[in-house]
Each structure stands twice: as C-alpha cells, then as structure tokens.
C-alpha cells in the first residue's frame, strides 16, 4: 500500500481497481449523449458529465460484476445506463429546487434554461432505457423499472412532505431511499444479476447499496448542519432556511414540548423566519441531542453496509466497498 | 350502419368497437397511477388521465393486436403504457411551453406547479417502463426505448430550430415525429408485434401509424391559421405569435423576397411584432400558396398512412382505420 499515494480514499482505489473499464463507460456515455439532430443535448449533458463527479454509481455496478466474477461487456453498459439516470434525476432535481449551483458551478438550467433542463433529462432517461434493453435482461429491466418509479415517487412524496411536521422517520427514509439509495441499491443489484450470481448473493448486493445509500443521504442531511461549507459547497443551515425537514428536525420535533413545536410550525411549516432563528434551531437539535441520534444512524447504516457484503466471497474489491461504507460516514464520526 | 348513430366519428367507432379492452385500458391506468405515499402523484395524473382525450393512442394499440387476431392478455398493458407516455410527455410538453390550458381546462402546472409536473411525469414514464417490462418482449421495449428517445429528440430540436427561419421541411418533419408521429408508428407497431404478426404487416402498422401522426400533426399546424378557435381551443395565429416556425411559414419562407424575409427575421425571429403583422403574414402565405401547399402535405400522408394498410387483412377494424386516416385531414380538406 505504501507505493499507492495516489489512491488513498476508497473510491479512489475503485476507481483505479476500474480504470480500464470506467474508461469504456465515460467513451459509451459520450457516444450515447450525442443527437444527430439537437446539438443542445450533447451541450447540456457534457456540463454535467463531465462536471467531475466521482462515477460513484457507475463503480458500484462495475464493482458489484467484478466481485461476482463477471466476464461479458454489459457491466458498461449498465454502468452507462446508471450514470444516464442519475444525469438525469440531477437536470430535473435542478429544476424543482430551482437551484443555480451544483458541485460550485452553475447548473444547466442557468446556463440554458428549465426547458433545456426537462427535455434533455427525459432524453437521458431514454437513452438509459436503451442501454439496459441492449443487455437482453428482463430482470435487469424490471429492477431499473422499479428504481425509476422508487425514485420519482420519492421525490414527489419531498416535494409535499418537506415542510410538513407529521412527516416522520418512515416518511424521511421512503423519500432518502427515492432520492439516493434506490439507485444505489439497482447499480450494486444489476451487477450481480448481469453476472449470473447467487441469489443470496444478488440480496447482499442490493442490501449493501441500500443501506450504503442511506448513510450516504444521512450524512449529507448532517453536515448540513455541521458541515464545513468548504467541503460541502452548502452553507451550515441552508436545509433550514429552505424549510427542508431531514432527520436531524424531525428528531428534534418528534420530542419538541408545545413552545418548541409552535418554533418548528413557524420557521419550517410556516416560513416565518427571523434573526436568530438558526441559532435557536441548533439549541433545539443540541437539547435532544439530535445531531448526535442522526450520526448513530448514519453509522448503523454503514454497519448494515458492511454487513450485507459478508455474503460476498473475500475480494479484493470487497474490501474496498467495505472501505467506501466507512468513508462514506467518516465526515460526520 | 343506419342504426349506429352514437358512433359516427371514426375514432368513435373504433372506440365502440374496441369498448370492453378500453375499459380494462382504463382501470389499469387507474390501478397504476395510484402511489402508495405520494397522493399528489393520482391527483396530477386523474387530472390529466381523466379529462376526457380520446384516448386515440391507446387505441391504435388495441385496433392494431385485434386485426392481427391477437388472444392475449397485453394488448391491454401496452396501451396503458403508451397513454402513460403521452401523458407524461403533456405534464412536461406544458412546463416547457409555460401553458396555462390544455382541452380548455388549466394545466398541472398552473393547478399545481412545475415541480409537481415534471417529477410525476417521471413517475409515469417509470410506470409505463414498468408496464413495459411486464410483457417480456425485448423487441416491444426496444421499440418503446427508440420512441421515446426520438420524442425526447424532438422536443429538444423544436427548441433550438422553433424561431430559427434556417429550420427547413426536413427539420421540421423531425421534430413533427419526435412531437406526434413517433409515439403512434410504436403504438401501432407494438400491437402488431405482441400479435406475433408477419414481418410486413409489423411495417405496415409501423408505417400507418408514422403517416396518420405526422397528417395530425401539420392539421393542428395549419388549423393555427385557418382553424375556428371554437373547434380548435386555440385561437388563430398562436402559433405566429409565439414565433413557432411550423409547415405554413417554412413554405413561405422559402419562397420568400428579400423584403419578405425581412418581415419573417423580425416577427419570428427577433420577436417585434407590431399591429398588422399578423394580417401581413396571412397575405405572405396566400402570396406564396403556403396554406394549400401545406394542405397537400397533409392529405399526402393520410393517403400514405392508408396505403400502408393494404398489407393487412380486410377486417372491420381496417376499414375505421382507413376512415381514421380520412377523417383525420377531413378539417382542412
């Protein structure tokens, strides 16, 4: 290990265990974002394709299909197919949180416009749609069919739940298994089904992406609340000023007396917000110890990760999703 | 047929004809638009689902399986996959042209709002994905995944090329497939091919359903001239005043003098429209034959769409086909 400096962080390593074929994926991604007909399409995507993000959701298919011990060509285009989805979720997501910036750069639908930004995300969806049919898996399909329902039914439960206090704990992970773990859990899922693997085998996959992409949202929820905005992009509190219940507050509510309840109904229900208001909202969290309840959770999701990949042969790319799972919780521990 | 006087529209036949598979078409599209934690999703879609369209898709579908003798049970999945796309591609076509009615009812996103829109649009393109894969057919989900990529294409094109006075007839037959024509040559085609029908009538179908959307298509385009608003829901010259560049005006363009040309670069493509202009267009097209010649088009294609029908056996339901394809460009001939 003392040789590999440059690959210290677990994705890092996935990442330069898959050079070559996350190479494949990026040439497939860019090969299949053309349109002979709407040079906007290509313009839009490459913004964000090639924005830098880490590939995560494209590694952990290719991760799941290498541990299964797979030797066919459609782990790319699954890989591809993921990437295209989750492009596609980020243009919509842009679109519905109105957001101007995403990973410190102006988002897409800045740039061009919302309009760009919905049809260029359908077109994304369709392209992933014909990815997947191109690997001839009816399983494969139905499991990415699934996802994409979990995932826009997830976002449309947020849309009417954020800034509802009745919204509770099942509530909060129905829409964090939507917005992230769903995905998640079809990238790790498909990579064993498209390697003939075993079907406890196929569960653990699927558990461990679950479970990993709920401690991943988690965390994100949390370092809202202490994050560093340099290593987030985000402002501490902006989750708060937005009115987006996440955990660490619907903790807080769950044990709020009548005062702190009437504090929750204003700000967050009721958008009345004044100065000093995040200050109080962190002495509420700090009173029922919630930040603290929301990284026990974090870190149990990560445990139940690492967990699910004991079902799994010793691998070396095992290690490194064991790895990623305590990484992935490593911000906020 | 003297005592048929309920039905005496074609689509209303086939409609007659086709009663009890439309009835379970629609309790599918009930059962499925239900979510199990987001309520805003069946509110959104009954909204849109139910506001009395002709389902017109849907049953191309069905016609299509019935005169290929199709016994089985996934007639019914694929028309209700193909009315979830178009719906789907409504909620998202009414954020991208910021429509406050569509049918002479406010849209989804005026009831609701954008977001709402474009994310239950997503849930319904994941719900028919679903359908979809329901029917074990690669061959359907190919087709489907190709249509809804050219949708999606087309929509993006007629983004870019709608004021730009260089879109030609060829770009415009683009977008006329992506927007209209692509999703009924599949719903057709679809229906010929779960019927295990012979590769000719499988193109047959294709190519009557490719000719009847784009005729559909550049009538709506030439009623926006010539239309009654109380026939149409529009009123005349939206289409000019919102600098859409549809047949009509590409054929003007065209033939247009320098002067001419001037007029059209001003109004369509700068947007400076002053009293008189749109009357000033109204003489350009007669000047130029641009509505007759438009008209032609779209008779061509209806007779087009009907002689593709001869590869098929004569059965009742070609015969409201062909009348289908008649009544089609009956408005404008």
Redesign the interface.
């Known amino acids: 290990m003392s040789l590999d400096h440059a690959a210290t962080k677990p994705h890092e390593k996935l990442a330069a265990h898959l050079t070559g074929k996350l190479d494949r994926v990026n040439t497939l991604i860019r090969a299949r974002m053309e349109?002979r007909?709407?040079?906007?399409?290509p313009e839009v995507t490459a913004h964000l394709v090639e924005a830098g993000g880490k590939r995560l959701r494209p590694m952990l298919t290719l991760a799941a299909a290498d541990m299964c011990g797979y030797g066919g060509e459609f782990d790319i285009h699954l890989a591809a197919t993921v990437e295209f989805i989750h492009t596609a979720?980020l243009l919509?997501d842009d679109?519905?949180d109105e957001s101007g910036q995403r990973r410190g750069r102006p988002t897409a639908n800045l740039l061009w416009d919302?309009?760009?930004s919905?049809?260029?995300g359908?077109?994304l969806?369709?392209?992933a749609?014909?990815l997947m049919?191109e690997t001839?898996s009816?399983r494969v399909?139905?499991i990415l069919?699934?996802a994409?329902?979990t995932?826009?039914?997830?976002?449309?439960?947020q849309?009417?739940a954020a800034r509802d206090l009745a919204t509770t704990e099942d509530?909060y992970l129905?829409i964090v298994r939507g917005k992230t773990a769903a995905l998640f859990s079809a990238a790790t899922e498909v990579g064993g089904v498209i390697s003939g693997a075993a079907e406890d085998q196929i569960k653990a996959l699927f558990d461990y992406g679950d479970a990993l992409g709920i401690a991943f949202q988690i965390v994100d929820d949390l370092l809202d609340y202490q994050g560093e905005s340099a290593t987030t992009g985000k402002n501490v509190g902006d989750d708060f000023r937005e009115r987006k219940l996440t955990l660490p507050v619907i903790k807080a509510v769950a044990r709020a007396d009548d005062e702190e309840r009437a504090f929750w109904t204003r700000t967050i229900e009721k958008g009345d917000q004044r100065d000093g208001d995040l200050d109080q909202a962190f002495a509420l969290l700090d009173r029922h110890n919630a930040l603290d309840r929301t990284r026990e959770d974090a870190l149990g999701w990560a445990n139940k990760a690492k967990t699910s990949l004991r079902q799994l042969p010793d691998h070396s790319v095992r290690q490194m999703l064991l790895d990623l799972a305590d990484y992935v919780v490593a911000r906020v521990s």
């Open positions: 349109s007909h709407a040079p906007r399409i979720t919509h679109v519905v919302n309009k760009s919905v049809l260029v359908d077109y969806f369709s392209r749609f014909q049919v001839g009816l399909l139905d069919a699934n994409s329902a995932i826009a039914e997830g976002e449309v439960l849309l009417t509530i129905q």
